[in-house]
């Protein structure tokens, strides 16, 4: 029996589908199309002509809000495969594998839990491989067990995992930090041993960043995954039209990313991953102090909660930018803090930091208590970005082996102002801390380096 038959079958989950939804289902599984639904394909794909029907292990859905994707889509594949996807046969005794459903975090998660739960209970013949019931797992008697998680690299790791779903990917953050390849990284060796395996990724878009977006920057270069791109209301006909241009009228940017399923020009990534990367030298974590070079150091006050106070030592050398030091404190102490900073920027011979003037007078008294000068920035924390982009780009810098810091580089926004200026900063809920006072610190290294060029030009 294939998906559609099952879908509709009145005994199993006695669904409906829509023309576009029962369309993406049979592209994923190679199942023949209509005439109407070819038409649907070259639309969805962004064809003009359809390659021979074949089924696919890794599928990406990208549609506007109120779809059907989360129900009539992924909680579908989940329920058919896990009944009738034969996973159960490539596993060792005792072992039992885990159809994985993650979000954005287990809130989200459990309505794609609940949709499932709900086609399994409502049929007497599904009802009956229903072993167990937990708040965030189904046992089935066939040794397949259906799991929520949130977007956690960690916490997938030791699976058997045939069947991987990861709803709204687009909006995996943790700490405001994405976490998108590393999830879906960590998910693909546990899916190694299954001859049938299935990777579903599907969203609303957002900027054009994270592995969304690059699976549809990509779809025509990579036959071996399915990209499947259509707004809400041709996934879900059953839109009011009167809704619909309500919303429109009401932000037009806001709709075309939400219901047209658009990615938004107004956001992107600033620095790429692989521009970041490539200037990262590989476990070095500290350089120790010369007395012989001249330090500049970047600060990121925070007086307490899930922000970092933070402090970036750099300097130049021969037109090479240097990150000697990074350090990062979460804590309701500050001035704790600024005394142990003090002590560090000592030994590197630092008598002066620039940050923020958000922190307020209390963060410079605090710093000249231990003889260390906290000067205002002169430029802002987007222009800091600004400044530091073309260094990572020529890969003009050595930077220091921070997971946290080079993430935080990575999710850092481009958003296209009115007035037609870039402005960088981190996305809502997100944290640019590390990234920031590593910013300050470059470009006052370089602000630096060149007055001292001059004059010794001049002597």
């Known amino acids: 029996m294939n998906i559609i038959e099952f879908v509709r079958a009145p005994e199993l989950i006695n669904g409906e589908l829509s023309l576009y939804q029962e369309t993406a289902l049979k592209l994923f599984y190679g199942l023949p199309l209509s005439d109407e639904q070819v038409e649907v394909a ?121 069947v991987a779903i990861f709803d709204e990917i687009a909006f995996y953050r943790v700490d405001g930090v994405n976490v998108d390849r590393d999830v879906i990284n960590s998910v693909r060796p546990a899916q190694a041993q299954f001859p049938r395996p299935k990777l579903v990724k599907i969203s609303s878009p957002y900027a054009k960043q994270g592995e969304l977006y690059q699976d549809y920057a990509t779809r025509h270069t990579r036959p071996d995954f399915l990209c499947f791109h259509a707004p809400s209301w041709r996934m879900n006909p059953s839109l009011r039209q009167t809704f619909l241009d309500s919303e429109r009228a009401r932000d037009p940017d806001h709709f075309d990313r939400e219901y047209a399923a658009i990615f938004s020009d107004q956001l992107a990534n600033a620095f790429s991953r692989e521009a970041v990367e490539s200037c990262v030298i590989p476990g070095r974590r500290e350089l120790a102090p010369s007395r012989s070079t001249t330090y500049d150091a970047g600060v990121d006050p925070s007086g307490g909660g899930s922000d970092e106070f933070t402090v970036s030592i750099c300097h130049e050398h021969k037109g090479k930018l240097i990150q000697d030091c990074l350090r990062a404190y979460r804590t309701n102490r500050p001035a704790d803090v600024v005394q142990e900073m003090a002590s ?105 380096a060149k007055v001292a060029s001059e004059w010794g030009g001049i002597f």
């Open 42 to 162: 070259k639309s969805a794909l962004d064809l003009q002509e359809l390659l021979a029907p074949r089924e696919f292990e890794e599928g990406t859905f990208i549609c506007g809000r109120r779809s059907g994707k989360s129900d009539r889509i992924a909680a579908n594949i989940a329920v058919y495969e896990a009944v009738q996807g034969g996973h159960e046969h490539a596993l060792a005794p005792g072992e039992r594998a885990h159809i994985l459903l993650v979000a954005q975090d287990m809130r989200a998660c459990r309505v794609l839990f609940r949709f499932i739960l709900g086609k399994l209970k409502s049929s007497d013949i599904l009802n009956e491989f229903v072993d167990a019931v937990r708040s965030d797992e189904i046992d089935l008697t066939n040794g397949i067990t259906i799991s929520i998680f949130p977007c956690s690299f960690r916490a997938t790791r030791g699976f058997a995992i045939p």
């Open 344 to 448: 560090i920027l000592k030994t590197y011979g630092v008598r002066c930091v620039h940050g923020d003037k958000y922190s307020g007078e209390w963060v410079r008294q605090e710093f000249r208590k231990y003889g260390i000068e906290y000067l205002v920035s002169d430029i802002t924390a987007s222009e800091s970005f600004l400044e530091l982009l073309p260094v990572v780009n020529q890969k003009n810098i050595e930077l220091l082996d921070d997971k946290v810091q080079t993430a935080q580089l990575v999710a850092l926004e481009r958003r296209r102002g009115q007035s037609g200026r870039d402005h960088l900063g981190h996305s809502q809920g997100g944290h640019d801390d590390r990234a920031n006072s590593l910013a300050l610190a470059i470009y006052y290294a370089q602000v630096n």
